[in-house]
């Protein structure tokens, strides 16, 4: 039985047109606007994820827990393979100061949080807020004038957003409203992000994938190891948006990607004292670095 009609037929299913939904967003920034309001009652994540690196030193794969907290702070423990599964590596960013333990190569780094630094354990050059906001499931939003932005829908069935910045800097964002918002004004519905890409002078800067979007648990508030000891708050107001459990980031220029599957995910938990910043361990060589050679 010959089955190219049957494969062909599926062909034609799978890239049918998706009409627009009923009330269309009327500008990019109105977009912007209600991709923010989808999840704003997510001030940040804790989870852990399985993550797999691919770069100039081969493949990686491990178990990463992490904190992701608006704007721009950062904890991430990379663990060891089973059976040790302890960390190997501890990064931390209150957005300004960056640490990293580095257990493998027995060193301490400090300086700013800038993406050379936060690349050290992500492999991915990219700012601090750009990473939280991509693992909370955002698009970055390139500073732009209303006047410099276009917004069309794509038959196949998602919003593609454009927006010019300064420098020849330029950025893609496409969007989609979740399925039971389709027939509500286009100021209530929710919106998925699907892919984000970043350019200057034409060079793509980071390019992200994000895709199976789940309402995400809210957290509870921490126990007091200690009794007697305070319990500790969560870090925001009851939410429950989604997250996309998958989450691809590539730096195409520097041959550079990481990949995040998320397998548990809380909203807003709660943050202990210290939670972004880490002291150097005993007998650990401090390194001071920049986006330079190491000293």
């Known amino acids: 039985m010959n089955r190219f009609p049957l494969a062909a037929l599926a ?9 627009a939904p009923r009330s269309p967003f009327p500008n990019a920034d109105a977009a912007l606007l209600r991709m923010r309001q989808s999840a704003s009652c997510g001030l940040g994540l804790q989870g852990e994820a ?13 178990t990463l827990l992490f904190f992701a907290v608006r704007p721009a702070r950062l904890r991430m ?16 960013s209150d957005g300004v100061r960056f640490a990293f333990a580095d257990l493998r190569q027995h060193r301490f780094f400090v300086g700013p949080a800038a993406p050379c630094n936060i690349a050290r354990l ?14 909370r499931g955002q698009a970055p939003v390139l500073r732009h004038e209303p006047s410099r932005t276009r917004i069309a829908w794509n038959s196949s069935g998602f919003y593609e957003l454009t927006l010019e910045g300064a420098h020849e800097s330029s950025e893609r964002i496409r969007l989609v409203p979740h399925d039971a918002d389709r027939d509500r004004p286009w100021s209530e519905q929710r919106v ?10 034409g060079i793509v800067l980071y390019h992200a994938e994000l895709d199976e979007h789940a309402a995400a648990p809210m957290a509870s508030p921490a126990l007091p190891e200690i009794p007697g000891d305070p319990t500790i708050a969560v ?41 972004f910043t880490q002291d150097r361990p005993q ?4 390194v001071r670095v920049g986006c330079e050679e190491p000293h």
């Open 11 to 19: 062909l034609l299913v799978a890239c049918k047109n998706v009409p």
């Open 50 to 62: 399985k993550i797999d690196h691919f770069g100039q030193e081969g493949r990686i794969r491990g």
């Open 77 to 92: 423990d990379l663990l060891a393979p089973p059976p040790l599964q302890g960390p190997v590596a501890t990064l931390t």
């Open 122 to 135: 992500t492999t991915v050059p990219i700012a601090g807020h750009v990473l939280v906001g991509l693992l």
């Open 192 to 201: 998925r992000v699907l892919d984000v890409e970043v350019r200057q002078q």
């Open 235 to 275: 870090s925001g107001p009851h939410c429950t948006a989604e997250v996309p459990r998958t989450i691809h980031v590539e730096v195409p220029g520097k041959s550079e990607d990481i990949r995040f599957r998320y397998v548990k995910l809380e909203w807003n938990p709660p943050l202990a004292e210290g939670t």
């Open 283 to 286: 007998g650990m060589p401090l």
